[in-house]
């Protein structure tokens, strides 16, 4: 597949990184929710919210080891070395945000609720084969592979979202997924219309 600059993909990678990427879409640090302080953070939370920062970090930590094993190749399509360094920049600070949360919160960032309730494979998280084929994919290749993981990648962070919105508490934690929704769901339209092109 043969993916060639085009002034369209440069404006749609724009477009969502305008609409504040987040989570494994990409985003803008400087658009994060503020850290809230102690007694807001502490005031009001429950076990979704839990769930949701202890699931969100690993997920996260995959998207900017994919990130790290795409950039680390040549050949690459520019659209796709794009988005994948705006993948990477946005995800460090998401990783802090979720961790502090936690701490604050008095719970175990490796807790075991970080992944229930999804359903075995359904979060889109990569198995050890799957970041295998990533590595070993170069050029062209690389570049389809990486789109079709972050692919699954991001629907399952919509997944993880959508269950905090529906059942966290949290407004912080809450924001913060609903900000993933909106623009992975951008995100997923870029990587679709990268993948269709010739």
């Not at 680390?72 to 659209?79: M, P, R």
């Not at 075995?120 to 050890?128: H, L, P, T």
């Not at 623009?183 to 339209?189: K, M, P, R, S, V």
Request: with cysteine; net charge negative; hydrophobic share 45%.
């Amino acid at each position: 597949m043969m993916l060639k600059p085009r002034t369209f993909f440069y404006a749609a990678v724009t477009l969502a990184a305008a609409l504040t990427l987040s989570s494994c879409a990409g985003g803008s640090p400087a658009t994060a929710p503020a850290s809230p302080t102690g007694s807001q953070t502490t005031a009001a939370f429950n076990a979704a919210d839990v769930t949701f920062a202890q699931g969100m970090i690993p997920h996260h930590e995959q998207a900017v080891a994919m990130s790290d094993d795409l950039l680390a190749k040549d050949g690459l399509d520019q659209n796709v070395t794009a988005l994948a360094t705006e993948i990477k920049a946005a995800q460090k600070p998401e990783i802090a945000q979720l961790k502090d949360w936690l701490t604050a919160w008095g719970e175990n960032e490796n807790g075991m609720s970080g992944m229930s309730g999804m359903g075995e494979g359904s979060n889109g998280m990569m198995s050890d084969d799957d970041m295998m084929t990533l590595r070993d994919a170069s050029g062209t290749e690389a570049s389809t592979v990486f789109l079709q993981q972050m692919t699954a990648h991001h629907r399952g962070a919509v997944a993880m979202a959508q269950l905090e919105i529906d059942n966290g508490e949290n407004a912080d934690a809450r924001a913060m997924a609903a900000n993933i929704v909106k623009t992975q769901t951008a995100e997923l339209a870029v990587m679709a219309t990268l993948l269709a092109s010739p």
